[in-house]
């Protein structure tokens, strides 16, 4: 079992419509969860970020964590053709330096206008 | 905010060759450098965690002599593919850790790697 399960897709949307992705995992150690959004041919780019659970919001986007379900999602609202791409969920025990990230495995997205 | 910049972003080399790729942070200092391997459709797989100034961490599974990773500075990390086969095609992206930010993983754009 990986130790962050993501569902690879592909979800496929109309525009305008709200994207809500998700991320389960195994490591209760886990306690930073990040969001990144990966076009084709590209290196990841950093959406959100959460410590620990609860929601955080910016602009069209809101993450949430549930720790005690060991659960994360990011909801996209209104969502453009622009935001077509891969999201990856990544997550750490720590913020320290030489600490790495455990990623899922991504989800496609697609949003047809 | 913090860049890093990866070159080169597609290469192609012909199998028995060696290849290096650069990973910089520009405007930042990066004692942690990170570099993963990404197969089509996959999420990034860690290759190794590169230390400035001390050798780099592999994962369980990555050949170190085949994947030769170099930190001399705090803001260069190079990847040195050696003795290329085309089963090492792949997309590899580094990451600098900028301490200034406390979710300072920054992203290269990655290196298209084509062995024929």
């Known amino acids: 079992q990986k130790e962050v399960e993501q569902d690879p897709g592909p979800l496929s949307v109309p525009e305008g419509a709200i994207v809500s992705l998700n991320c389960t995992y195994s490591n209760s150690a886990f306690q930073y969860f990040m969001w990144y959004r990966q076009y084709s041919r590209k290196g990841p780019e950093l959406l959100m970020y959460t410590y620990s659970s609860g929601n955080k919001e ?10 005690s379900s060991k659960y994360i999602s990011l909801f996209i609202r209104d969502s453009q053709p622009s935001d077509s791409a891969t999201y990856l969920c990544a997550m750490s025990v720590s913020l320290a330096a030489g600490n790495k990230l455990t990623f899922g495995g991504g989800t496609r997205v697609l949003v047809k206008p | 905010g913090a860049v890093v910049s990866q070159h080169p972003s597609r290469v192609i080399c012909k199998s028995g060759t060696s290849v290096k790729i650069e990973c910089r942070s520009l405007d930042f200092q990066a004692t942690t450098m990170f570099w993963y391997r990404q197969f089509p459709k996959q999420s990034l797989m860690l290759m ?54 406390l979710y300072g993983y920054t992203f290269g754009s990655g290196t298209r790697l084509t062995v024929v």
């Open chain 1, 58 to 67: 910016d602009g069209r986007f809101t993450a949430q964590v549930d720790k």
């Open chain 2, 48 to 101: 190794a965690t590169s230390n400035e100034g001390s050798k780099a961490t592999y994962e369980q599974g990555v050949e170190k002599d085949k994947f030769l990773i170099n930190h001399a500075s705090l803001t260069l990390s190079t990847l040195t593919v050696t003795s290329a086969h085309p089963e090492d095609s792949s997309f590899y992206i580094c990451s600098a850790r900028d301490s200034r930010q």
